[in-house]
């Protein structure tokens, strides 16, 4: 039953995760359609179908796949920190999680533009997400939401 109860935990992180990841992407991704846009252009090559684009299909889709980053994230974040008040655990797994899908953006952005500045600002954001994703599961656990792993 402890097991059980383990597994109910680590979903429940999952969750909130999900959650505080997928509203800082939709804030992050409102920002960068009404200020970034306007500053700085990223080539849109032919090869990119703007019918996809403008159906929201492909926002839809990052969003699906921060929320399940963020999942991801909260779920291993609740193993890494468990009852320790080492802050070099807390701030390892952020930038483990954030580097990972941020360089990943400047290589994509790098091979695929030429440009970078757009992407470091990507990337920067990627850490961001997991800051305020981790932040909030801090939260939850100081709270009582959420028990950490032991």
Avoid: C
């Avoid at 992180?13 to 990223?42: C, D, H, P, R, W």
């Avoid at 684009?53 to 796949?65: D, Q, R, W, Y």
């Avoid at 999680?97 to 500045?117: D, H, K, S």
């Amino acid at each position: 039953m402890e097991l059980m109860a383990e597994r109910l935990e680590s979903v429940k992180a999952g969750i909130i995760g999900s959650i505080s990841l997928g509203s800082a992407f939709l804030i992050t991704s409102l920002f960068n359609g009404f200020v970034l846009t306007e500053y700085l252009a990223i080539p849109v090559t032919q090869e990119l179908n703007l019918e996809v684009l403008a159906s929201g299909a492909i926002p839809l889709v990052n969003g699906v796949i921060a929320g399940f980053s963020g999942f991801l994230f909260g779920v291993t974040y609740r193993y890494i920190i468990r009852i320790d008040t080492n802050p070099h655990l807390k701030t390892g797994g952020i930038w483990a999680f954030g580097l990972v899908r941020g360089l990943t953006q400047i290589e994509v952005g790098w091979n695929y533009t030429g440009a970078i500045l757009p992407f470091l600002i990507f990337a920067g954001e990627s850490i961001l997400w997991f800051t305020f994703a981790a932040i909030i599961l801090d939260t939850a656990i100081l709270l009582g939401w959420l028990k950490p792993f032991s």
